[in-house]
């Protein structure tokens, strides 16, 4: 069983950054793909990023969604069992539950079916 435990949310005005951790129990975290979903108010949880296995020192393959692409980055230190998530250029609709997810394959993935534990979220709010 993988435990995640998601920190760093807030409340930020438009323009401003935060940085999310996500602290991982897994063994061999370095082996398995990693993401960030989040949810606004109101809708259906969304891809956000993903990181695949570690293939080197600071080499992971990673992925954005269109809406964060060039604001978001995903990182990984498996040293620490933590992958983070860097978003800056912060907007409202931005705004949501943030969930880390932990894959059960190395590979980065844009789909929450591939991803086995979840952690609780935390919330990210962005204002005008």
């Known amino acids: 069983q993988v435990h995640l435990v998601e920190s760093g949310g807030g409340l930020v005005q438009a323009g401003g950054s935060l940085r999310l951790s996500c602290a991982a129990s897994?063994?061999?975290?370095?082996?398995?793909?990693m993401g960030w979903f989040r949810q606004p108010p109101g809708k259906d949880r969304e891809f956000v990023a993903t990181?695949?296995?570690?293939?080197?020192?600071?080499?992971?393959?990673?992925v954005y969604a269109d809406s964060v692409k060039g604001r978001f980055i995903i990182s990984r230190d498996d040293a620490r069992n933590t992958v983070y998530l860097q978003m800056d250029s912060l907007k409202p609709e931005d705004s949501g539950v943030y969930y880390c997810?932990?894959?059960?394959?190395?590979?980065?993935?844009?789909?929450?079916?591939?991803?086995?534990?979840w952690g609780q979220g935390t919330q990210v709010t962005i204002s005008s």
């Open positions: 997810a932990a894959a059960g394959t190395p590979w980065a993935s844009t789909r929450s079916s591939d991803y086995d534990y």
């Open positions: 990181i695949g296995r570690t293939i080197g020192p600071n080499n992971s393959n990673t």
């Open positions: 897994r063994r061999t975290f370095s082996y398995y793909a």
